[in-house]
T-cell receptor, first 114, second 119 residues
């Protein structure tokens, strides 16, 4: 079985400071991991994904995440927050077993203040 | 790139009526689509997997007679909320997997969601 835990329900940062959104996963198989972002009343947009290639994954809008198997973590980071980064972020796991849907974490709300 | 379209984006209905939400893959074929439900300030919960040409697979706790899913073609899946009640008010999102060379890459394309309000 697979699951994902987002350790913080809400993160607040100032514009220009680093962002860290934490995620731990559990999977019976070698996992595929994703981060999605959702702006208010909008659909989901893929930020980045890990699928057993490079452990440091670069995504859109300056975000990146590092897959650490020993820590079962896939934390999302960004060096410098922008006001437009304020949104809901979901860490997502998919077992590589064929046909398995994505399992979403509970989400982390990122607030960015000026 | 591939796009998934949902319609309607917002719908308000009276209690006891039925509402149909459509999910279309616009430039690719989707033999499988997933329906998620999202309550305010909460995560997405998988409701069911829609399979083209066969019955949908429902997650535990989801009433299949209440949430009717039909996947009649390779580009269209529909979710019908029957006899809607205020507790069915939610944000419903569909998604379809991206295939590469016939293999499911795991990445999903999401529709923009349908907000249902039942009065």
């Amino acid at each position: 079985a697979q699951s994902v835990t987002q350790l913080d329900s809400h993160v607040s940062v100032s514009e220009g400071t680093p962002v860290l959104l934490r995620c731990n996963y559990s999977s019976s198989y070698s996992p595929s991991l994703f981060w999605y972002v959702q702006h208010p009343n909008k659909g989901l947009q893929l930020l980045l994904k890990y699928t057993s290639a490079a452990t440091l994954v670069k995504g859109i809008n300056g975000f990146e995440a590092e897959f650490k198997k020993s820590e079962t973590s896939f934390h999302l980071t960004k060096p410098s927050a922008h006001m437009s980064d304020a949104a809901e972020y979901f860490c997502v796991v998919r077992s590589n077993q064929a046909g398995t849907a994505l399992i979403f974490g509970k989400g982390t709300t990122l607030s960015v203040s000026s | 790139g591939a796009v998934v379209s949902q319609h309607p984006s917002r719908v308000i209905c009276k209690s006891g009526t039925s509402v149909k939400i459509e999910c279309r893959s616009l430039d690719f074929q989707a033999t499988t689509m997933f329906w998620y439900r999202q309550f305010p300030k909460q995560s997405l919960m998988l409701m069911a997997t829609s399979n083209e040409g066969s019955k949908a697979t429902y997650e535990q706790g989801v009433e299949k007679d209440k949430f009717l899913i039909n996947h009649a073609s390779l580009t269209l899946s529909t979710l019908t909320v029957t006899s809607a009640h205020p507790e069915d008010s939610s944000f419903y999102i569909c998604s379809a997997p991206k295939l590469a060379g016939g293999t499911n890459t795991g990445e999903l394309f999401f529709g923009e969601g349908s907000r249902l309000t039942v009065l």
